[in-house]
C-alpha cells in the first residue's frame, strides 16, 4: 500500500530564512503527491500537487515542491519564511481510486 | 459561508454516550471523507463515500458509523464514545478523478472524559 512518511516533526526556522520540509513516499507507479497546510484552529489548505510533467511545482503563498523519483521525495521549499507561515504541513498521497494517504506533519516554528 | 460545515467544532462527552458529528458541503461533490488526527499520526481514514448509496471503511472504522443522508450531507457517529477516541475530527470532499484537491471543514474537536 502507499505510504508517505515526514521524517521531521518539528522543524524551527528564523524567519526570512530558507525552509525545506521533507516527504518520502511509497507508490509502485507514479503518484499523485499533495502538500496542504493546515494552520491553528484551521482546516487543510491545498498547497500544491504533483501528477505528472514539470518536476517543480509551484504552489500558493510562495510556496514549491520538487518530485525526485530517483530518491522517492516531494519536498517542500520556500525561498523565505513568513511569520504567517507556522502552521503544520502535511505531505499526501493518493491511495486507490481516490483516497488521500497523510503523513504524519511537520509543524513549522517561525522565529522573530 | 465555508464550503464545507462541520457541527459542532467543540463536543466534550462522557464515556459510553453516544455522539453524531455532522458534515454538510455546498461544493457540489459526491465525495465526502471522515479523517481523523492525533498529534504525531497525521489523519487518517475513518470512512468514506463515493456517492450516496456508497459507503465504505477506512484504515481506522472500529468504534464508528457513518450515514450519507444527501449527497450534500455526511455524518459520523460514535455508537459508544471511549477515551481514546479524544481527537481532531475533520470532513472533506472531493470531485472526481484523483487528481483532484480535497476541501475540508474546520474540525471538530472531540473530548471524551
Known amino acids: 500500500a502507499q505510504s508517505v512518511t515526514q521524517p521531521d516533526i518539528h522543524i524551527t526556522v528564523s524567519e526570512g530564512a530558507s525552509l525545506e520540509l521533507r516527504c518520502n513516499y511509497s507508490?509502485?507507479?507514479?503518484?499523485?503527491l499533495f502538500w496542504y497546510v493546515q494552520s491553528p484552529g484551521q482546516g487543510l489548505q491545498l498547497l500544491l500537487k504533483y501528477f505528472s510533467g514539470d518536476t517543480l511545482v509551484q504552489g500558493i503563498k510562495g510556496f514549491e515542491a520538487e518530485f525526485k523519483r530517483s530518491q522517492s521525495s516531494f519536498n517542500l521549499r520556500k525561498p523565505s519564511v513568513h511569520w504567517s507561515d507556522a502552521a503544520e504541513y502535511f505531505c499526501?498521497?493518493?491511495?486507490?481510486?481516490?483516497?488521500?494517504?497523510f503523513g504524519q506533519g511537520t509543524r513549522l516554528t517561525i522565529n522573530p | 459561508d465555508a464550503d464545507v460545515t462541520q457541527t459542532p467544532r467543540n463536543r466534550i462527552t462522557k464515556t459510553g454516550k453516544r455522539i453524531m458529528l455532522e458534515c454538510s458541503q455546498t461544493k457540489g461533490h459526491d465525495r465526502m471523507y471522515w479523517y481523523r488526527q492525533d498529534p504525531g499520526l497525521g489523519l487518517r481514514l475513518i470512512y468514506y463515500?463515493?456517492?450516496?448509496?456508497?459507503?465504505n471503511k477506512g484504515e481506522i472504522s472500529d468504534g464508528y458509523s457513518v450515514s450519507r443522508q444527501a449527497q450534500a450531507k455526511f455524518s459520523l457517529s460514535l455508537e459508544s464514545a471511549i477515551p481514546n477516541q479524544t481527537a481532531l475530527y475533520f470532513c472533506?470532499?472531493?470531485?472526481?478523478?484523483?487528481?483532484?484537491?480535497?476541501?475540508f471543514g474546520q474540525g471538530t474537536r472531540l473530548t471524551v472524559v
Open positions: 472533506a470532499t472531493s470531485d472526481h478523478g484523483r487528481g483532484t484537491e480535497a476541501f
Open positions: 499526501a498521497v493518493v491511495q486507490g481510486a481516490q483516497k488521500l494517504v
Open positions: 463515500s463515493f456517492d450516496v448509496k456508497d459507503i
Open positions: 507508490y509502485g507507479a507514479t503518484p499523485y
